[in-house]
């Protein structure tokens, strides 16, 4: 079935980051699948987490850095980054801040993110 999405839910997070979610439980009840937007400062970042549910990261502006196992990769607007689930990863902005687009398989939840306590 066909469904138009009119707009995106905004999540609250700290640290001056926003989130506007248009698919996933939140905005559309969706459990398989959570496609958002998302608007960092300059040099914020997050806790460390350990997913249990792929990411696949398209920056549109800015940079991300994304700490992993193997070290930090940064990712510059037009590039992508996936993380798999049970990969422990940390997020954080460049510089000059970041825009991008997160999906998530099966949809994020702040349970099964298995953020570490900050």
Known sequence: MVRRI???TRIPVPGGKIIDEYVGRVNSGDERVSIAHMQAPPEWEE????PEFAEYTLVLKGSVIVEHEGGATEVGAGQAFVSEPGEKIRYRSGPSGA???AVCLPAFSPETANRDDA
């Open 6 to 8: 009119d707009a995106a």
């Open 47 to 50: 806790p460390p987490q350990t």
């Open 99 to 101: 825009e991008y687009v």
